[in-house]
């Protein structure tokens, strides 16, 4: 069963911040566990890692961080090593879903309960965790998708034409399912538009400037609209547009995450939305998933962290700033 989890930003936190200081005594308080995540080199990442230190220290929580540059091998590895120490509790932000199946079954063997944030691999596999907690990557892209439809209608352009993709790193869960929610959706909703191409930005902003400009050289004025599957990948495709010499307030721009960047090309007028995933949350719900798992609650599977859709209309609502140290 999954369970959606509908406040938003600040109110989410503010009230399951409220809720640990009532647990702060409860069983999680001294428990060992180990927090293997991706490294602050992702600005998201960096702040999700703050926030779940700062959050875990609020409730009593042994929490160790281990991070990795985004290599499975390596997190590998340290998925033995934790299992070496006899944590409580594994916490895990898988790099590859898919390749970190045998060491997630190494942890099962070991008898350790295990937890995964941010990234939600096959849920065929769902027997190797007791739960998952983070975004819906498929309901994101889908929502995405209704977004960029919405944002030609607003410009008075007709539902067709060509549309590209900028995505995440190709094989990662995320990406596969914010794909295929996008896909379905826009050939459900607007079949008249057609996806022209897709390269990965690999969620860097460089890298999409690159693929965008490989884009829009071979397609050119075919484009009606552009999907980035994350805010600071949309940020390359403006520059790419720019360095083209196209006006992307004549295109639908649609990104994701309401970072930092994506609020201001909102606020801007250079991107029409954006889907919310927030470090805040993700972090939060997590540490409310330890909490769950030492207190004996009853734990669904999924436990999905909000994605309203954005625009200029209620950007300041939803989208709350990154806390900065």
């Not at 399951?16 to 647990?23: D, G, N, R």
């Not at 897709?198 to 075919?222: I, R």
């Not at 992307?248 to 994506?262: K, L």
């Amino acid at each position: 069963m999954n369970i959606i989890r509908s406040t938003f930003g600040a109110l989410l936190a503010g009230s399951l911040l409220a809720s640990a200081s009532v647990a702060a005594e409860g069983a999680q308080a001294g428990k060992k566990v180990i927090f293997l995540g991706a490294d602050d080199i992702c600005e998201y990442c960096a702040v999700y890692n703050d926030q779940i230190r700062k959050l875990a220290a609020e409730k009593g929580i042994d929490l160790e961080v281990v991070t990795n540059k985004f290599d499975p091998a390596q997190q590998a590895t340290q998925v033995d090593q934790a299992i070496a120490k006899r944590p409580d509790a594994i916490l895990l932000w898988t790099i590859d879903g898919t390749a970190l199946f045998p060491a997630m079954r190494k942890v099962q063997r070991a008898d350790i309960p295990l937890l995964l944030t941010d990234v939600q691999p096959d849920k065929a596999r769902e027997d190797l965790w007791v739960q998952y907690t983070g975004g819906n990557y498929e309901e994101q892209g889908s929502k995405s998708a209704q977004l960029l439809i919405n944002a030609l209608e607003a410009k008075g352009k007709p539902l067709e034409g060509g549309v590209i993709m900028i995505t995440g790193i190709v094989g990662q869960a995320q990406t596969i399912s914010m794909t295929k929610g996008f896909t379905e959706t826009l050939a459900d909703l607007a079949p008249n538009l057609e996806i022209l191409g897709a390269q990965p930005g690999n969620w860097d902003t460089g890298t999409s400037t690159q693929a965008a400009a490989g884009l829009f050289t071979k397609y050119g004025d075919e484009i009606v609209g552009v999907y980035a599957a994350e805010d600071i990948m949309m940020q390359g495709v403006l520059i790419a547009a720019e360095r083209a010499g196209l006006d992307p307030t004549e295109m639908a721009m649609v990104g994701g995450g309401c970072e930092p960047v994506g609020i201001k090309n909102i606020k801007a007028g250079l991107q029409y939305g954006t889907v919310l995933q927030s470090p805040v949350d993700e972090a939060t719900y997590a540490v409310q998933s330890i909490v769950d798992l030492f207190n004996g609650a009853e734990m669904s599977k999924s436990v999905y962290v909000p994605h309203p859709m954005v625009t200029a209309e209620n950007v300041d609502e939803v989208c709350q700033p990154w806390p900065t140290n």
